[in-house]
T-cell receptor
Framework: GAGVSQSPSNKVTEKGKDVELRCDPI?????LYWYRQSLGQGLEFLIY????????KSGLPSDRFSAERTGGSVSTLTIQRTQQEDSAVYLC???????????????FGEGSWLTVV | SQQGEEDPQALSIQEGENATMNCSYK?????LQWYRQNSGRGLVHLIL?????REKHSGRLRVTLDTSKKSSSLLITASRAADTASYFC????????????FGEGTQLTVNP
């Protein structure tokens, strides 16, 4: 597609349930990022993919969080046993280029707003 | 404290005035980027300035970078009500590969 696509746009889930958030990056973009943003806060880095591998997953807050990317394209962020503090906007972004070429623009999706009740 | 801290946290001006936002960071960087965010959703890339550049212009935007002070500023000239948004600086530290680190942002309100 023309831009980074994320789904669902909004998700309300009960505490303890698992959720999956999907990101479809811009075609041809090899780098893919997940960030989290709590209300009124800055962006918190979660994980970075280059192709299907994740050379930097240091931002995942706990082992309840995992992400995968298949075919060098679509990525899924999974949160198991959701907690209320997981409520946030989860933003996906993609970029053309290799890991050491940070000069290319990162394009963000509209985000998935997760509310855990 | 974190890489990429914006100042001020909030700025309210009248249409037609200039808006200046500042960003400070702590480590050596490859580049610094400014993003805009409307209503807490997706971020839009505004401008990128590389570590060997001192100033860059794009339309009504002017960005400066002072690597000796580890700071950057974003100037929006002749502001419009449509410029109302949150503005974030993001740094690409030399030691963190491709990760962009974002600050907390400046909430700009332009009053008609």
């Amino acid at each position: 597609g023309a831009g980074v696509s994320q789904s669902p746009s909004n998700k309300v889930t009960e505490k303890g349930k698992d959720v999956e958030l999907r990101c479809d990056p811009i075609s041809g973009h090899t780098a893919l990022y997940w960030y989290r943003q709590s209300l009124g806060q800055g962006l918190e880095f979660l994980i970075y993919f280059q192709g299907n591998s994740a050379p930097d997953k240091s931002g995942l807050p706990s082992d309840r969080f995992s992400a995968e990317r298949t075919g060098g394209s679509v990525s899924t962020l999974t949160i198991q046993r959701t907690q209320q503090e997981d409520s946030a906007v989860y933003l996906c972004a993609s970029r053309l280029g290799t890991w050491d070429d940070s000069g290319n623009t990162i394009y963000f999706g509209e985000g998935s707003w997760l509310t855990v009740v | 404290s974190q890489q990429g801290e914006e100042d001020p946290q909030a700025l309210s001006i009248q249409e037609g005035e200039n808006a200046t936002m500042n960003c400070s960071y702590k480590t050596s960087i490859n580049n610094l980027q400014w993003y805009r965010q409307n209503s807490g959703r997706g971020l839009v890339h505004l401008i990128l300035i590389r570590s060997n550049e001192r100033e860059k212009h794009s339309g009504r935007l002017r960005v400066t970078l002072d690597t000796s002070k580890k700071s950057s500023s974003l100037l929006i000239t002749a502001s419009r009500a449509a410029d109302t948004a949150s503005y974030f600086c993001a740094t690409a530290p030399k030691t963190s590969g491709s990760r962009l680190t974002f600050g907390e942002g400046t909430q700009l309100t332009v009053n008609p």
